[in-house]
Nanobody, 122 residues
Framework: QVQVVESGGGLVQPGGSLRLSCTAS????????MGWYRQAPGKQRELVAT???????NYSDSMKGRVTISRDGAKNTVFLQMNSLKPEDTAVYYC????????????????WGQGTQVTVSS
């Protein structure tokens, strides 16, 4: 079993910055990719950014240029630096660990964190 825990959300004024962190923990696993998604009230969950184990990144058009995803592979931790935040960025941000290989299993698994609230408001 793998646990995914996010941190770093909060209230920020428009134009401000936040840095989200996410750590996956457990025993004997390897992660194929990690990413951030967000879900605003009344909307579907959407991609923000992903990063593979080899460091290949992918960004959504809505936040490209304003966010940077990075990871510390040794610590199974991923970061999301968000700049120039807008009120429409207000959402719950979820961390995802994808294509997780657990020792002793041939299957790949997908894990989500509980989410961290980001509110952009003056």
């Amino acid at each position: 079993q793998v646990q995914v825990v996010e941190s770093g959300g909060g209230l920020v004024q428009p134009g401000g910055s936040l840095r989200l962190s996410c750590t996956a923990s457990g025993a004997d696993f390897r992660i194929g990719a990690m990413g951030w998604y967000r879900q605003a009230p009344g909307k579907q969950r959407e991609l923000v950014a992903t990063i593979t184990a080899s460091g290949i990144t992918n960004y959504s058009d809505s936040m490209k240029g304003r966010v940077t995803i990075s990871r510390d592979g040794a610590k199974n931790t991923v970061f999301l630096q968000m700049n120039s935040l807008k009120p429409e960025d207000t959402a719950v941000y979820y961390c995802n660990a994808d294509r997780v290989m657990i020792m002793g299993s041939k299957d790949l698994y997908d894990y989500w964190g509980q989410g961290t609230q980001v509110t952009v408001s003056s």
